[in-house]
T-cell receptor, first 115, second 113 residues
Framework: GAGVSQSPRYKVAKRGQDVALRCDPI?????LFWYQQALGQGPEFLTY????????KSGLPSDRFFAERPEGSVSTLKIQRTQQEDSAVYLC?????????????FGSGTQLSVL | RKEVEQDPGPFNVPEGATVAFNCTYS??????FFWYRQDCRKEPKLLMS?????NEDGRFTAQLNRASQYISLLIRDSKLSDSATYLC??????????????WGLGTSLAVNP
């Protein structure tokens, strides 16, 4: 596609509900990142994939958060038993090769509100 | 101390003014530095990578000071369309992943007519 696509754009969940957020990176991009951005804050790193391999998941806040990229393209971030503190914008970004100086292309994000 | 720190502002400047932002980082092993721009309710977009020798792109100049561990962004002849939040991002080497970026809170800029 032309850019990184994320869905849904908005998600409202009741506390305790499970949610799944989808990211479709730019075709051919090897690296994929998930970030969490709370209101008035900068993005916080969650996890990083190189193709289908999850190389770093050190930023996932708890074991309720799980991410996968089984075929090295589309990725899903799943949050189980959502809590109010999970409310944030979840940003997905991709880059062509994953070199440190490479530009990241971000999707528009999924705004999650947990009631 | 946070790994990456920015003055959140807001900076309110008139059109045509020159404005500068700084961003300090704590990890001396960091190698990659960026300025991103984020408009309200939008995703971050890369404004400039920051190179050791400094770099310029039109009205924008980025500098890196490794000794003092900060990066700067200078905007000359500011336009109304420059109003946005400016985020600095620094890579955090370690644990085998030097692609992990640590972000500042962002500096809010409002350019007024």
């Amino acid at each position: 596609g032309a850019g990184v696509s994320q869905s849904p754009r908005y998600k409202v969940a009741k506390r305790g509900q499970d949610v799944a957020l989808r990211c479709d990176p730019i075709s051919g991009h090897v690296s994929l990142f998930w970030y969490q951005q709370a209101l008035g804050q900068g993005p916080e790193f969650l996890t990083y994939f190189q193709n289908e391999a999850q190389l770093d998941k050190s930023g996932l806040p708890s074991d309720r958060f799980f991410a996968e990229r089984p075929e090295g393209s589309v990725s899903t971030l799943k949050i189980q038993r959502t809590q109010q503190e999970d409310s944030a914008v979840y940003l997905c970004a991709s880059s062509l090769e994953g070199r440190p100086q490479e530009k990241l292309f971000f999707g528009s994000g999924t705004q999650l509100s947990v009631l | 101390r946070k790994e990456v720190e920015q003055d959140p502002g807001p900076f309110n400047v008139p059109e045509g003014a020159t404005v500068a932002f700084n961003c300090t980082y704590s990890n001396s092993a960091s190698q990659s530095f960026f300025w991103y721009r984020q408009d309200c309710r939008k995703e971050p977009k890369l404004l400039m990578s920051v190179y050791s020798s400094g770099n310029e792109d039109g009205r924008f100049t980025a500098q890196l000071n490794r000794a003092s561990q900060y990066i700067s962004l200078l905007i000359r002849d500011s336009k109304l369309s420059d109003s946005a939040t400016y985020l600095c991002a620094v890579n955090s080497p370690g644990a085998g992943n030097n692609r992990k970026l640590i972000w500042g809170l962002g500096t809010s800029l409002a350019v007024n007519p």
